[in-house]
């Protein structure tokens, strides 16, 4: 039986995180598998140092924009595929989904859009979400071990944000946004941190224009999902809050396989 320890961090750029201290980080945590969102950088604008640190291979999807989303995965263990994108043209030009086949499971490393821009950006984030729980659902209805893990931009319930009531109306807690969450999670997906923690006042994200982080002022947006089928072998799932660097903080799990 091995041992398996998983991270997701949305860092808002790697190359800033990179200057804060991501790579420090990277080697004290030690994760066999780390997947990174809002990358903001292409490969060829990267330093060797990030693109293969001591240990880790690494596969990057990125935006056709530079500057703009983007998501790697950093991985001790070698996996047997790797697909960028979900295979729509429209949804994969941004370079959100990195799905990797380690053979014991399937894990999806996502960066899922944010909707506050516009309608025509919330359309576009649940056209994403309907599209990837498809074809989520087609290899869990095959029995696959699948991981979903990143930023999903919606905090599920009340307890997952500070201010629920002032942001009822806000894209990351409408309820079209919570209504695809409680479809998604109705085909069985398990929420990791809340198998664990039923409590209120664990978050992810902080708004750094008006220092809520000071305040504990936050959202519950990144998240691991598994399949039952996994549950099993779930041993940990935790949030590191005390890690600077980002809007967002790191999360992670632990795995018995």
């Known amino acids: 039986m091995s041992k398996l320890k998983l991270l997701s961090w949305n860092v808002n750029g790697i190359r800033a995180s990179h200057k804060k201290g991501f790579l420090n980080w990277l080697e004290k945590e030690k994760p066999d598998i780390l997947c990174v969102q809002e990358t903001k950088a292409q490969e060829e604008q990267l330093t060797s140092e990030l693109l293969s640190p001591n240990c880790y291979k690494t596969y990057w999807s990125s935006a056709e924009k530079k500057g703009y989303s983007g998501v790697a995965t950093y991985t001790k263990i070698e996996p047997k595929e790797v697909k960028k994108g979900l295979g729509i043209k429209r949804l994969d030009n941004e370079g959100r989904t990195l799905i990797s086949d380690f053979g014991d499971f399937i894990l999806y490393n996502i960066y899922f859009p944010n909707g506050q821009r516009s309608q025509e950006r919330l359309d576009f984030k649940l056209d994403f979400y309907n599209e990837f729980l498809k074809q989520v659902n087609k290899l869990k209805d095959k029995g696959k071990k699948i991981i979903v893990c990143g ?101 992670g799990i632990e795995l018995e396989l």
């Open 151 to 251: 930023d999903v931009n919606t905090a599920h319930t009340e307890i997952d944000l500070a201010r629920p009531r002032e942001n009822k109306d806000t894209s990351g807690f409408l309820p079209v946004e919570r209504s695809w969450m409680d479809k998604f999670f109705s085909y069985g997906y398990i929420d990791t941190f809340r198998h664990f923690c039923k409590e209120g006042g664990h978050y992810t994200y902080w708004d750094p224009v008006t220092r809520a982080r000071e305040r504990n002022v936050g959202w519950r947006i990144d998240y691991f999902f598994i399949t039952p089928n996994l549950l099993k072998s779930l041993k940990k799932a935790f949030i590191l809050s005390d890690v600077m660097g980002s809007d967002h903080c790191p999360l």
